[in-house]
């Protein structure tokens, strides 16, 4: 309890305050689980990946064979 509100010093209120409901909702009854969810919802959110299709294109290569490899054993039974 008592590191719950030493969050607020923190946090802001209804931050902390969405953490309680979040952490009990999880089943979570540590002060731990809540200052993890107060520090997750004060973290910037990721950038949207955009165009990802495009350079993942970038970066295609022929599927692998293994054709190569059946001239090494042709050439090992010609021995």
Do not use: F, K, W
Not at 17 to 39: I, K, Q, S
């Amino acid at each position: 309890m008592v590191d719950v509100l030493m969050l607020c010093r923190e946090h802001d209120l209804s931050v902390v305050e969405r953490a309680v409901r979040g952490a009990l909702a999880a089943g979570a009854h540590d002060g731990r689980a809540v200052a993890l969810l107060a520090r997750r919802q004060e973290r910037p959110r990721p950038e949207t990946v955009t165009g990802l299709p495009d350079r993942l294109a970038a970066h295609e290569r022929p599927a692998p064979g293994i054709g190569d490899y059946d001239q090494l054993l042709e050439r090992e039974e010609a021995r």
